[in-house]
């Protein structure tokens, strides 16, 4: 249920509407940052796996056994980081239902029946309340991008790891 405006001695509409609405659209322009970032990440984890996959079929030897053995053995622990990253990103960058008040019909309504300043405050309240029930899922965001990450750094270390431990097998096992 909505609240009707209410005009109060003394204080600034004005300025209240203007932080008001411009804290709203920045927060609004840093959940799209966000999203740029995980998807940023989540192709980064896609391009990563596709070239250690490519790398490993290039320098593995599939007729040593020893080789074999590290690289199925690192495809399978880098997919271990990737898979996980991947559902954490896709958490992430999922459609959350965002708190954008106030609603259009009060608008409609009472902009006919108060004046500016009161509108103003009204205005003002309804967004400060959108920016703060907006914050648990930015933070659920923030804390599933995080995750994404450390699984990337993980994946990538991981896929690092392998190639140079394939190498270092074939080498081993050539001499």
């Known amino acids: 249920m909505t609240q009707e ?3 109060r001695r003394g204080e600034s509409p004005n300025v209240a509407y203007d932080v008001a609405m411009l804290r709203l659209e920045e927060q609004m322009r840093q959940i799209d940052a966000i999203d740029n970032k995980i998807s940023v990440m989540l192709a980064t984890a896609s391009a990563i796996m ?3 996959a490519g790398f490993l079929a290039v320098v593995m030897r599939v007729e040593d ?3 074999l053995a590290v690289g199925v053995a690192f495809i399978a622990v880098t997919g271990l980081f990737y ?3 991947t559902i954490a990103g896709i958490l992430a960058y999922r459609f959350y239902r965002w708190d954008l008040r106030p609603n259009w019909d009060d608008l409609l309504d009472y902009s006919a029946s108060y004046p500016e300043p009161v509108m103003r ?3 003002a309240e309804a967004c400060v309340v959108s920016l703060k ?3 648990t899922p930015i933070d659920r965001k923030l804390e599933r ?6 699984l990337l750094a993980a994946q990538t270390l991981a896929a690092s790891l392998g190639l140079l431990a394939v190498m270092i097998t074939n080498g081993v096992s050539a001499s």
């Open 145 to 150: 991008a995080g995750w994404q990450m450390r």
């Open 83 to 85: 898979v996980p990253g």
């Open 5 to 7: 405006p209410v005009a």
């Open 121 to 123: 405050r009204w205005v």
């Open 50 to 52: 596709a070239l250690f």
């Open 133 to 135: 029930e907006n914050v």
């Open 65 to 67: 056994t020893a080789s």
